[in-house]
């Protein structure tokens, strides 16, 4: 029985019982959606401006997730190497459009194969496509040893390469990229590499010419750049890819150089094993 005079403290005891069960759970769930990815790449990662055949690729390529590791904000000025036929790109320039800046890093036509100048062509045909888009990209080249000022220097907050650095090895121009790289950022931005991932217990061929590098390969290139690894995630890894087949990597989709011989196979292992490595350029002393 509570005596006359005190109802005030059960009163107040009741009182903040009920602020804290109300209040606990929210902060939780505050501190659960700190860290979860950015609603505005969720949206246009399902948006109806990517095509069917891209939005196919997200569970072997996981944009949201991988974007989120390497820590993406949307005020970042971020630099792209080589975009390919521009997947990464109907993200990142929408994204990065309004309230920061986005570089897409190709290469010089003439000094790519038939294949390579298609690409290049298509690409400029998506952009002109598409300037409320894509109008307000940055668009510069790389093509060492001349032609590495990828970005104003020191002015990059994040820089982003996905599955390039086998060909780097293979033209023999790993180190020029990396060293590029390295000076288009500033003091504390974000190396971002997503690569084919090679088995630790085979000697790591010089030119990749299976299109698979070795993790610890990929680190030492980095760090002999002067970049810091700061983290790793298997956002990306696949333990079906044995990585031992007839045309490299290119025998698993999307690329399937093999046609209709064992398709079923290789669709059923889905895309590379892939390392996904964020490193740093440390900040100035």
């Known amino acids: 029985m509570i005596q006359e005079g005190h109802w005030w403290k059960w009163t107040g005891i009741v009182t903040v019982g009920v602020m804290l069960a109300t209040f606990l759970p929210a902060l939780a769930d505050h501190h659960e959606q700190k860290g979860s990815p950015s609603t505005a790449l969720q949206t246009l990662i399902a948006g109806s401006h990517r095509t069917d055949a891209d939005k196919a690729r997200d569970q072997y390529r996981h944009p949201l997730e991988i974007l989120s590791f390497f820590g993406i904000t949307d005020t970042m000025t971020v630099v792209e190497i080589w975009p390919g036929g521009g997947w990464y790109t109907d993200i990142l320039a929408p994204f990065l459009k309004e309230h920061g800046t986005y570089y897409a890093v190709g290469v010089v036509p003439e000094s790519v194969s038939e294949v390579g100048r298609a690409t290049v062509q298509k690409y400029k045909e998506k952009l002109a496509a598409n300037p409320d888009l894509f109008g307000k990209i940055k668009q510069?080249?790389?093509?060492?040893?001349?032609?590495?000022?990828?970005?104003?220097?020191?002015?990059?907050d994040m820089v982003l390469t996905f599955r390039n650095v086998h060909n780097w090895m293979g033209m023999e121009q790993a180190e020029s990229v990396f060293q590029a790289m390295y000076k288009a950022l500033k003091p504390g931005g974000v190396l971002g590499v997503v690569e084919h991932r090679a088995k630790?217990?085979?000697?790591?061929?010089?030119?990749?010419?299976?299109?698979?590098?070795?993790e610890d390969a990929v680190i030492k290139m980095a760090e002999?750049?002067?970049?810091?690894?700061?983290?790793?995630?298997?956002?990306?890894?696949?333990?079906?890819?044995?990585?031992?087949?007839?045309?490299?990597?290119?025998?698993?989709?999307?690329?399937?150089?093999?046609?209709?011989?064992?398709k079923e196979k290789y669709v059923a292992?889905?895309?590379?094993?892939?390392?996904?490595?964020?490193?740093?350029?440390?900040?100035?002393?």
């Open 140 to 156: 510069t080249v790389l093509a060492p040893p001349t032609k590495t000022d990828i970005a104003p220097e020191g002015s990059a």
């Open 224 to 262: 002999q750049a002067g970049f810091t690894l700061v983290d790793r995630s298997e956002i990306n890894a696949n333990p079906k890819d044995t990585k031992d087949y007839p045309q490299g990597v290119w025998t698993l989709p999307p690329a399937l150089r093999l046609k209709e011989v064992d």
């Open 269 to 285: 292992i889905g895309e590379s094993d892939r390392m996904t490595l964020k490193f740093m350029k440390p900040a100035a002393k």
């Open 200 to 214: 630790t217990d085979v000697p790591q061929d010089p030119k990749a010419a299976s299109g698979y590098v070795r």
